[in-house]
């Protein structure tokens, strides 16, 4: 429930802007790439090649006439806030400027092609399902440098650089083999998800312990509620991000930094082993083989109708289900229980980090005027009108203040709050090795659905980790905190 009492906007804004991001995901689901072949304007500097200028009213000196194409995931978030927001400023900047938009689902399907033929998209948000191997693209040079955009002076105060009017993270996460290639856009908050009017209704409490949480199970099953449910199409990463989670939870952080450097043994340590067996009981004996069957959609139609109590997903899905959530639905937050008494980070740690990735391309038509819409993205009248328009937050810090906040943020804002320095990591692994990501999400299925235990997918997991640490054609990332 919202309790106002708890949290001003002012408070939550700050907290999110200054303190939360000591790790996020590089979000968006990546799909292979096979990319290869040269293409863009010939006569155009290489986006690597471009720095600020003294014209802090066009940094980048993009031409004002130049067409610009922009391609956006048509996922939680829609496309209204490109479309309608993000382009406009840009035409407002470059009065009489055309600009392709494309919305899709099918980022791979669509784009893969494109970038191999060298006609690729000046600005991409990739992201969902289908979305491209950023790795695979860095390594053949269609990524565009985008230090000079965050050298570059901010839209709102010119004395500013824009990597000073954004979270750390951000810097933090656009790195790929030490370049800054990729900006992550927006926060979410990781952890359980469930209805807050339904738990009051029933006067049940949010479970704590695993022991708890089990009992709510056994309550929830006499009333025909499945305790948990995750979506076994488009979507079962929510499932082995929740896994990896929950390992995190009981053996720290090096848990999943062990994973994304991959260490020796990494998956197959008594925290993932422990992690997988946990939820794989939940799953047998409170969950539906099923929600195996459905995508995500679906399943959080599920939840929305009480079928489900909890569901492993980010803060997204309060926009992405706006038009379908009922009056008597409230999404709130809650943290994955203790599993165990000596559990290494405490009841409360959930993961918080940005997400949804935007790139230019560097050998697009228009590598200037894609950093130039990046900047407008980055400004506060960009960002501000993201969060109005999707109810989720960006990574410009204070861009959102004094916006009437639905219930679920401020939900996670609590819980972030509640969390303190005790924030679960981000696993980077699904953007460095896209084929292990890729795997790891087959084998959830696998070993969820009872077709394997929790010790064979530990060891299957470290087998294509093994695989990936010893092919030398795979560039290797890594990280130390």
Excluded at 109 to 121: E, M, N
Excluded at 198 to 213: G, H
Excluded at 255 to 282: F, K
Excluded at 347 to 372: D, S
Aim: net charge negative; glycine share 8%.
């Amino acid at each position: 429930m919202t309790h106002p009492g708890d949290i001003t906007r002012r408070q939550l804004l700050h907290r999110i802007g200054m303190t939360a991001f000591v790790a996020g995901p590089g979000a968006g689901l990546l799909s292979a790439c096979a990319t290869a072949g040269a293409g863009g304007d010939p006569t155009a500097a290489p986006a690597t090649s471009i720095a600020a200028s003294a014209n802090p009213k066009n940094p980048f000196g993009a031409d004002a006439k130049k067409p610009l194409e922009v391609v956006i995931f048509s996922g939680g978030y829609g496309d209204a806030y490109a479309k309608d927001l993000h382009e406009e400023l840009y035409k407002k900047a470059f009065p009489g400027v055309s600009i392709k938009h494309t919305a899709t689902q099918q980022i791979g399907t669509q784009l893969r092609p494109r970038f191999i033929g060298g006609d690729a998209p000046d600005v991409l948000n990739n992201s969902g399902p289908e979305s491209m191997d950023l790795a695979a693209l860095a390594a053949e040079g269609h990524l565009a440098d985008l230090t000079p955009l965050f050298d570059a002076p901010s839209i709102d105060d010119p004395a500013k650089k824009v990597r000073d009017t954004v979270t750390p993270a951000v810097l933090d996460n656009a790195k790929i083999d030490g370049r800054d290639l990729v900006l992550n856009y927006t926060v979410s908050h990781r952890a359980l998800w469930y209805n807050a009017k339904l738990f009051e209704s029933r006067q049940w409490t949010v479970p704590k312990t695993w022991a708890e949480f089990t009992a709510l199970g056994e309550t929830a099953k006499q009333e025909g509620i499945l305790l948990f449910a995750y979506p076994g199409q488009k979507g079962p990463y929510y499932q082995l991000w929740n896994v990896l989670y929950t390992a995190a939870k009981i053996g720290g952080n090096q848990v999943i930094l062990d994973i994304d450097n991959l260490v020796d043994n990494a998956w197959t340590a008594a925290p993932v082993n422990q992690a997988v067996a946990v939820w794989v009981d939940v799953q047998t004996k409170y969950g539906d083989k099923a929600y195996f069957g459905l995508d995500h959609t679906q399943t959080q139609v599920k939840q929305l109708q009480n079928e489900v109590l909890f569901y492993p997903v980010g803060s997204w899905i309060e926009n992405e289900m706006a038009k379908d959530k009922p009056a008597d639905f409230e999404y709130a937050i809650a943290p994955i229980p203790d599993v165990t008494a000596s559990d290494a980070m405490p009841y409360g740690a959930i993961q918080v980090g940005v997400g949804e990735n935007f790139v230019v391309a560097a050998k697009g038509q228009n590598p200037r005027g894609g950093l130039e819409y990046l900047r407008v993205m980055l400004s506060k009248e960009g960002a501000r009108g993201f969060t109005e328009k999707t109810k989720n937050l960006t990574v410009v810090n204070g861009a959102a203040e004094g916006l009437d906040l639905p219930a679920g943020l401020m939900s996670a804002a609590r819980a972030q709050d509640a969390a303190g320095q005790n924030i679960i990591t981000d696993a980077r692994f699904e953007g460095w090795y896209k084929e292990l990501f890729d795997y790891g999400t087959e084998q959830i299925n696998v070993v969820m659905a009872g077709r394997s235990t929790p010790q064979e997918f530990c060891d299957r997991m470290q087998e294509k980790a093994d695989a990936v640490k010893n092919d030398s054609s795979v560039a290797k990332q890594t990280r130390s905190q």
